[in-house]
Structure formats: C-alpha cells, structure tokens
C-alpha cells in the first residue's frame, strides 16, 4: 500500500469521525478516531519493514527476502528515511550471497541517511569488505576505521580485527609475488 493511499484511507476514516461526532454518536466518533491513527503510524513505520527487522533478528532470511519483496516500488511506498533502512535490509540480504550487489544497496543506504550509529558501523563495514574483495587495500582501510569510530558498542570489534588480518594476508602476498609487467630477459 502505498503512502498516499495511506494519507486517504486516514482521511476517510477521519471524515467518518467528525460524521460520527457531528450526528452526537460519541463512542463510534471517538472509536473511529483511535482507528484513523493507525494508517499514520503505517506511513511513518512501514509494516514490511517492521517484520522484515522481525525476521533479520531471528535470522530467517528466506522471511526478510519474503517481506522486502512486498515492497515493490520504494520511492512511492516509503518515506526518505524507510528508503534508507530498506536499501540497508536489502544489503544484509545480499551480503553472503552476491558482496557487489550488496554494496550497491549499502551505499544507497548511506546516501539517504541511516539513523543509528550502529548502523552506520554496519553498512562501512560490509563496503570494506566489498572494497576489500576488489582490491582496493586503501579504501577498505579508510572504511574499516569509519566503521570503527561509529561502533560505539563495540559489537562489529571482532569482525573488524577479523577484516584488518585479511589486509594483511593481502599484503604480505603482494610482497612475496613478483610483479608481472617485468619483462625476463632471456
């Protein structure tokens, strides 16, 4: 449903009330106006993404791929901030099976403005880790020491230290390799 049905179907409701309150049946008017609030807090907290958080904090992944697919046009059924979280659901989706894609929607993500540091700490990370499978060394730094500094909790400590060894594995296997645009001479 999107967001403007949302602000109609909150508007009838609400003409229902004032109809109910104008011919003096108070408890319908005031039931009817309990009831009209609930398409408001739809449009702010969008009903997909609520289970889609649902689903990611018991793990099912096949339940928040189910309840992201729900949402089939984001730019009309969501507001900017629910676009955010929706493009950052989606990227922890994709992020075991296809890292690039992930990164595409993580960057939307950061683009259109995550709330919580935390989450924040959480996009970075898995866009040093896209940066890292592409060989960008220096870009994977910088976002892992982004993603450092927004860990407030410490909660992303041992993936982080974990991304930091595989730089290093990266670089001792550069050294040890010889370059191969050095011509042998024969």
Sequence with gaps: MSKYSKIVLFLLILLGSIFSF???NYLYGFI???FSLIPIFFIFRNEFLLLAFIKIRKKDMKGLKKYLGYVKNPKLQLTKNQMA???FLNGILYSENNIFQSENY????LDLGLKFKQNIAIAKLNLA????SKGNKKKAESLLLEAKKMDVTG???DQ???IKIQIK????GNINRPNPYIRKKF
């Design 129 to 132: 880790i896209a940066s890292l």
């Design 85 to 87: 979280y929706y493009y």
């Design 32 to 34: 009817l106006l309990l």
């Design 155 to 157: 909660l992303l400590h």
């Design 160 to 162: 982080i230290q974990i």
């Design 22 to 24: 104008f011919h003096k």
């Design 169 to 172: 594995k990266m670089n001792i």
């Design 106 to 109: 993580m960057q939307k993500a």
